[in-house]
């Protein structure tokens, strides 16, 4: 055990770590493919598309840096190896998430976001950036109204007004999709007063809740979480509404999204 905190605490084993790790895809999606157990090359070869001799370069390498052990046909992590995985993980993810949209997410203003959810973001995963065209702007990205279409739950938030949502809102409602709708009062008002049968289909349905957010908080364009999907939008730090949104279909970002609408939900009036 001293000898796993001796190479922790070495500066230079610190930063040949580091370099181990980050330096390669290939070794970094076979220490993450590790995390899950042990596997044989072939595994590895088939889980991050690699040939056998450029994987078992990678794997070489891992292994003199003590990062993974071999058994058999197989390869595990080490003792060390889960020690640093299990900590750098959450940054890899982070990464991802940033570095693949990172002028999206640089123009955001994602002070609505608490920060136990910031430290959280990598959990949204592989993410679409959708970017409507002029003739597309009011209406909702096709991944998400397919989505409505099939799912048996929906947690929605709007903090502006899209004119073709009320129609969806109220099919919801009318095939008693147990749906939850959060909207800011201007936004509530206004449906409430322009789309009056939207409005009552969703108030008589059994299963679907509305509720009207604090105007005090601040919030997010748009949150919706169905059975597939998450769909989030933020105004860019000018305070404007660009209409691009994010996209993912993982389930570790569908808990992200509805513990992001919980958030609101406990700053929410239902309406009765």
Request: one cysteine or more.
């Amino acid at each position: 055990m001293n000898s796993i905190k001796e190479k922790v605490s070495d500066p230079t084993m610190k930063t040949e770590l580091i370099s181990t790790v980050f330096l390669s895809e290939k070794r970094k999606n076979t220490l993450i493919m590790l995390l899950n157990g042990p596997a044989t090359i072939d595994e590895i070869k088939q889980s991050i598309n690699g040939t056998t001799s450029a994987i078992m370069a990678q794997v070489k390498i891992l292994l003199e840096q003590g990062l993974i052990e071999q058994e058999d046909d197989e390869y595990r992590l080490t003792y060390i190896g889960q020690i640093v995985l299990k900590k750098i993980k959450p940054l890899i993810e982070t990464l991802n998430v940033v570095e693949g949209n990172k002028e999206f997410w640089d123009s955001r203003d994602l002070a609505a976001v608490p920060e136990n959810l910031l430290d959280r973001i990598g959990d949204l995963g592989e993410v679409i950036i959708h970017e409507p065209d002029l003739n597309h702007l009011f209406e909702p990205p096709k991944e998400l109204l397919t989505s409505l279409k099939q799912t048996k739950n929906v947690c929605t938030f709007y903090s502006y007004f899209c004119p073709t949502c009320p129609n969806n809102y109220s099919e919801l409602a009318k095939k008693e999709v147990n749906y939850n709708l959060i909207l800011t009062k201007p936004v509530y008002e206004r449906l409430r007063d322009e789309y009056t049968c939207q409005y009552d289909a969703i108030m008589e349905s059994q299963n679907s809740h509305l509720y009207i957010c604090d105007e005090n908080i601040i919030t997010p364009g748009a949150i919706s979480v169905t059975d597939n999907l998450l769909l989030l939008s933020f105004f860019n730090k000018k305070g404007f509404f660009d209409h691009k949104k994010v996209i993912s279909f993982e389930e570790s970002a569908r808990e992200w999204g509805r513990e992001f609408f919980m958030h609101y939900k406990q700053f929410a009036e239902e309406v009765q």
